[in-house]
């Protein structure tokens, strides 16, 4: 039988090449980091605001724009309640319905689902068992009942009871419904060959690309017929007469 201890040095084996290979991958994901122009514009506008709580919670946002940074959330049991914590404020949550349907967010989403090395990082990420371990130990855990008991909090039912007596809540939702402006740019989007152009990059890569027909076999030359000379039957040998003579 396989000793355990060359399962845990398998397993601690394999934890470090994901580590790894996740450090890389948050080097790439800085390269092309989300602005939060249009998200941090629209945070400002929900009441109860200050000048720097939008910066609060813009880290977390990252997790919406990155499957990668979102696989991290997803790996600590303690952020994901983190997450799930921010998103439960009615203004997070305004914000992230008018950004949704936006075509920057769109662009950005599009690059992620059609970047083939940072699915399979993401890939990787859920092979990582310290991933499971964490969620086994997450009932004790107390950063996670921190943030699940903040929900629960008089400050965030407040927020919800004033929400949703303000029509300005329900703005992202109408929006398509009231203002013929809204599909102008949503319809440029869509009819931009730009906007489709990482999805049809996917079909470019090597090896995916479509091979060159086969070139059609060579048809092989007709036999020339036999000549007439060798289709004529050949003659019978003469009789030898073997009989004494007298």
Known sequence: ?????????AITALSIVLGLGTTVAADNTAASDHKFE?????YAECQGVQGDDFEKIRGH????????????????????????????????LHVMMKCSTEPVMWDTWMKNATDPNKM?????????PTMYMNWMMAPMNPQVWNSMTSMM?????????????????????????????????????????????????????????????????????????PAAAALAPIPAPKAVDTAPKK
Do not use: C
């Open 120 to 128: 399979m990082r993401v890939g990787m990420r859920f092979m990582n």
């Open 38 to 42: 249009k998200a941090k514009k629209y």
């Open 153 to 225: 909090s008089m400050d965030s039912l407040g927020r919800w009871g004033t929400a949703l007596m303000n029509p300005t809540f329900y703005q992202p939702m109408l929006a398509p419904m009231t203002d013929p402006n809204w599909y102008t740019p949503r319809m440029q989007w869509m009819m931009n060959p730009q906007s489709m152009q990482p999805m049809l990059g996917m079909f470019n890569m090597t090896g995916m690309a479509p091979t060159a027909a086969a070139p059609a076999p060579v048809a092989a030359a007709p036999t020339p017929a």
């Open 61 to 92: 946002l990252k997790a919406f724009t990155d499957m990668e940074i979102m696989a991290d959330y997803m790996a600590d049991p303690g952020k994901m309640a983190q997450l799930m914590s921010i998103v439960n404020d009615p203004r997070t």
């Open 1 to 9: 039988m396989i000793s355990r201890h060359y399962i845990l040095a």
